[in-house]
């Protein structure tokens, strides 16, 4: 069945940077374009990221713009998020799916907890 791994996350200060990975499963990975959401608390998931299957096309939240690069290994069926330049306000839990502007599957893995605070 499909799954979603997500790992990565972890406390950093303000300016610093984490890089998370997702390890897909269950689909044939190189077919589907994929995104990171995130959910903060209190707050809706948000659409943070997303790549074509063939890596050609990328989008990005207007509030992540400049700082996270989303890639995509289809060898490895990985996703990464490079979060650089944090801010206290990208604290959230970030997730992985399928799809380019809206997730693929109607369910989602545990996700990884990224807490930006000095």
């Known amino acids: 069945q499909v799954q979603f791994v997500e790992s990565g996350g972890g406390l950093v200060q303000p300016g610093g940077s984490l890089r998370l990975s997702c390890a897909a499963s269950g689909f044939t990975f190189r077919n589907y374009a994929m995104a990171w959401y995130r959910q903060a608390p209190g707050k809706e998931r948000e659409l943070v990221a997303s790549?074509?299957?063939?890596?050609?096309?990328?989008k990005y939240a207007d509030s992540v713009k400049g700082r996270f690069t989303i890639s995509k290994d289809n060898i490895k069926n990985t996703l990464y998020l490079q979060m650089n330049s944090l801010k206290p306000e990208d604290t959230a839990v970030y997730y992985c799916?399928?799809?380019?502007?809206?997730?693929?599957?109607?369910?989602w893995g545990q996700g990884t907890q990224v807490t930006v605070s000095s």
């Open positions: 790549m074509s299957n063939t890596g050609v096309s990328t």
């Open positions: 799916n399928a799809g380019f502007t809206y997730p693929a599957w109607d369910f």
